[in-house]
């Protein structure tokens, strides 16, 4: 059974101090001077299609990836968060707009910021790169809700406004 959350509890550990320091680099890495967080991402040929170019959905997979990583280094573990809490995370809105096509072998960077968030929702802008020549190919903006059990708008927990709140004053230029 897992326990209401209050505006006091304590985010879930995440176990990232377990692991060894290469296992930990997976989360990519939070700029606290800038609150951008960065995850580099590979492409692989099961996100290609035939020509070769990355299909269109898989930009949310990798937007997706980013921002739980990105939780992750902040100690939000999703995993505990529902587990323990009986809450989580689910899109309420995402808008893409394609710049440029991701080929298969290209590194890509998706740097995540957080812009806005209210009591239950946080709203991320994520921008997705060429990690060798800086180009943009993704930008991604996303809503996400805030969740209970039953899937009803739930108050995000003080411990993660309060891990998000330090980033609000620092964001990318677009």
Same mark, same amino acid.
């Given at each position: ?85 009986? %809450?989580?995370? @689910?899109? #309420?809105? +995402?808008? !893409? ?6 080929? =298969?072998?290209? *590194? ?38 805030? %969740?209970?059990? @039953?899937? #009803?708008? +739930?108050? !995000? ?6 891990? =998000?709140?330090? *980033? ?7």
């Amino acid at each position: 059974m897992s326990e209401t959350p209050t505006p006091e509890t304590p985010l879930p550990e995440t176990r990232l101090a377990e692991l060894p320091d290469e296992a930990r680099g997976l989360s990519g890495r939070l700029d606290p001077e800038t609150g951008v967080h960065r995850l580099w991402l590979r492409i692989y040929y099961e996100d290609t299609d035939a020509a070769g170019i990355v299909y269109h959905a898989g930009y949310l997979r990798y937007a997706e990836r980013a921002r739980t990583e990105m939780l992750r280094l902040l100690g939000v573990g999703q995993g505990a968060l529902r587990d323990r809490h009986g %809450i989580g995370f @689910a899109v #309420r809105s +995402a808008e !893409l707009d394609f710049r440029a096509p991701a080929r =298969l072998d290209d *590194l890509l960077e998706v740097r995540s910021y957080c812009r806005s968030f209210s009591r239950v929702q946080f709203q991320v802008t994520q921008r997705i790169l060429n990690a060798f020549d800086g180009r943009e190919l993704v930008r991604v903006g996303v809503r996400v809700a805030c %969740i209970d059990a @039953a899937t #009803r708008p +739930a108050r !995000l927990p003080r411990a993660i406004a309060d891990a =998000l709140r330090p *980033l609000m004053h620092l964001q990318e230029q677009d």
